[in-house]
């Protein structure tokens, strides 16, 4: 995380301490570096520069309109789950033809609306879906680019909860039902088989099961005898959560991906979500109380699940670190938890910890990713800021959303 690290005993994010920002705004907000985003699409990109792959970030990890902007600057498309992140990537500025729509449950006026705007494709992942993707098609008299996801049956190794490319989970199509659905596609009169599409799971740190994935499409292309103008091989590329997290090495993947693309002479697409934005964001809170337990003690914080849901809903694991150092020592263990009425409000327990006192700041790390999007109202707590730095600049791209908003539903 450069774009986040102490200068002394403070805390920055690029120019500005979070000390200096916590003193104008009220905790807990998201802080943001812009920087961060612009160096991690840019170091992504250059790992495939070879193939030179069409990027579409993936909006569910964050679908900040102002950060959306930012990609869209950079020349990102988008990877969108619903029709309300389509229409908030075209707000954003991001061309239609850069926009490819997956999911497995896209409703029917979802699919009219990704027809209507001319999305580069629409991943389809079961055969009644392209069925009703084929009769909305026809009814607007538009041929349809789609993709077909592919389930490769690949054990990915990550937390079970964001596997997706296993024979058991729901998305795309085994090997054998793509394979045939591939043969009879032309029935689908109103479809154009663009793309095969893949994702096999999420915060992956091992280029394994990518590579495997490479070959399962190519047994696919070999069998079909399918030209595929796309092959959108998806996200799901890791980041360094915590330090026994190996870093994932994509030098020799980039390699096969491109010996891949000039043997079948396709447009690759990637739909990198975390590694784009996870560690460009901490979220800074507030110790409200400190609670003696019976063997540690508990920090609780001003931000609980409801505005970081990563920990409760994946075990997942992000260090806490304070807003200042002050290089005294807590007694015993601590534990940092949220106020939401649930025993997995909680974030992460330290046996030694800094000195802390009520009313300190802290910062939970490398929460660009899954945090803001996955943030709800749960206990009627209002979503809170978003607030984002450009070296000196402090810009806010989500206030604090207004408590009478949530009075009269
Ligand atoms: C969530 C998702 C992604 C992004 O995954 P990351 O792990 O954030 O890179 C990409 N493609 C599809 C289809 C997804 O559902």
Known sequence: MSYVRYKNNDL??????????????????????????????KSFLNNFKKSRPLICFSVKANSNIQILKILKKMGSGADVVSGGELLKAIKSGIKPNKIVFSGVGKTEEEIRLAIKKNILLINVESENEAILINKVAGKLKKKTSIGIRLNPDINAPTHKKISTGKAEDKFGLSKTSLISFCLNSKKLRNLRLNAISVHIGSQILSENPFKKTLRVLEEIIKKTKINFKFV??????????KKSDRKINLKNYSNLVEKFRRKYNCNIIFEPGRAIVGDTAILVTKVQYLKKGSNKTFAILNAGMNDFMRIALYDAVHNIIPVVKNNKKNKGPLEFVGPICETTCKFIKYNKYQKLNQSDYVAISDVGAYGASLSSNYNTKPLIAEIIINKTKVRVIRKKQDIKSLLNQ
Do not use: A, H
């Open 232 to 241: 959108d091989l998806g996200g799901g590329f890791g980041i360094t959560y």
């Open 12 to 41: 920055f994010v690029e120019n500005v301490s979070v000390k200096k920002i916590v003193s104008k705004f009220n905790t807990p907000f998201y802080l943001y570096s812009e920087g961060g985003v612009i160096q991690n699409y």
